[in-house]
């Protein structure tokens, strides 16, 4: 889990917009991440025959600014910096049969 606050454009900050007034706010940038492991090994005749991934789920609220909705008078709505998914990534995968490996 990564939290941090500070200026736009920096690893480390998130804008968003006061759902009152409009007005715009520093907030937390936040991010946390779910990494599944999966690993498995068995014998055969020619040699141990395993196999591994590694999957990130990352869920967070965007670094940068908060989004809006613009309807069609043209007026702007402050949606706010909401948090949700950012995407699925697969890191690595093989599988590997003896001495020889093949894979991300």
């Known amino acids: 889990y990564d939290i941090g606050l500070g200026d736009v454009g920096s690893f ?19 991010r946390a991440r779910f990494t599944l492991k999966t690993w498995t090994g068995q014998e055969t005749e020619l040699g141990t025959l395993k196999t591994y991934t590694e999957t990130r789920f990352n869920f967070g609220n965007r ?42």
């Open 63 to 104: 670094n940068g600014y908060g989004a809006v909705s613009t309807t069609t008078d043209g007026t702007v709505n402050p949606l706010g910096n909401v948090a949700g998914g950012q995407g699925v990534s697969l890191n690595f995968a093989w599988i590997q049969l003896g001495g020889l490996r093949v894979g991300k």
């Open 12 to 30: 480390d900050g998130a804008k968003s917009f006061d759902h009152e007034d409009g007005d715009e706010q520093s907030t937390w940038y936040k």
